[in-house]
């Protein structure tokens, strides 16, 4: 079974508009973390935000904020104000007991005038 | 913010070759970094984990001996694969692990990626 899911190959979103990326995570750990990365095309992945498992507030960063739904297995991304820089692949990625991170196939995002 | 370089950025050799990747931690020490690889339009994967001072450990499936890791320094971890091929042609990409400010957690910080291109 897929450890995380990101049921959205692509998404498309005008500027200045918000969007939210889809991750949902199967795990029957108690403690976990779950974190989103942006991958531009230049290849580097960069970190955007964290969400503890044990964490009742969700997680925001800016124009980034984490919409943790806890009973679902859900941590979708949302990014508002988009800007024609945020044009890139987004992945979700889990922390279970050890130090590894279980990526998502990732989203790309595209970011229109 | 925290930051972690790759070299070199990108490198062409012949099939037979041997070729180093390093990834380092510019300004923090890591005890522990990942290396991962990346195919075309494909998610991470992830390779072996470094810790310093210690043997690496390795992902099933993964060959040890062809992908030779060495984490001599808290600051710097190196990937040889050894006796390339066309098929280790990929984007290789490094992560330290670093605490998280303000946070009880640790996260990965990722390296730019080196692309590897065996002819």
């Known amino acids: 079974a897929q450890k995380i899911t990101q049921t959205q190959p692509g998404m498309f979103v005008q500027e200045k508009e918000a969007v939210t990326l889809d991750c949902t995570y199967d795990?029957?750990?108690?403690?976990?973390?779950l974190f989103w990365y942006k991958q531009p095309s230049s290849g580097e992945m960069i970190f955007l935000i964290y969400?503890?498992?044990?964490?009742?507030q969700n997680a925001t960063e800016g124009r980034y904020s984490l919409n943790f739904q806890k009973a679902r297995k859900s941590a979708n991304l949302v990014i508002s104000a988009s800007q024609l820089g945020d044009s890139a692949m987004y992945f979700c990625?889990?922390?279970?007991?050890?130090?590894?991170?279980?990526f998502g196939t990732g989203t790309r995002l595209q970011v229109f005038p | 913010g925290a930051v972690v370089s790759q070299h070199p950025s990108w490198v062409i050799c012949k099939s037979g070759t041997s070729v180093k990747i390093e990834c380092r931690s510019l300004?923090?020490?890591?005890?522990?970094m990942f290396w991962y690889r990346q195919f075309p339009k494909q998610s991470l994967m992830l390779m072996a984990t470094?810790?310093?001072?210690?043997?690496?450990?390795?992902e099933q499936g993964v060959e040890k001996d062809k992908f030779l890791i060495n984490h001599a320094s808290l600051t710097l971890s190196t990937l040889t694969v050894t006796s390339a091929h066309p098929e280790d042609s990929s984007f290789y990409i490094c992560?330290?692990?670093?605490?998280?400010?303000?946070?009880?957690?640790?996260?990965?910080?990722f390296g730019p990626g080196t692309r590897l291109t065996v002819l």
């Open positions: 990625a889990m922390r279970e007991s050890t130090d590894k991170l279980i």
């Open positions: 969400q503890g498992s044990y964490d009742e």
């Open positions: 795990t029957s750990d108690q403690s976990y973390g």
């Open positions: 992560s330290a692990r670093r605490r998280l400010a303000q946070t009880s957690t640790d996260t990965q910080y």
């Open positions: 300004d923090f020490q890591a005890t522990t």
């Open positions: 470094s810790n310093e001072g210690s043997k690496a450990t390795y």
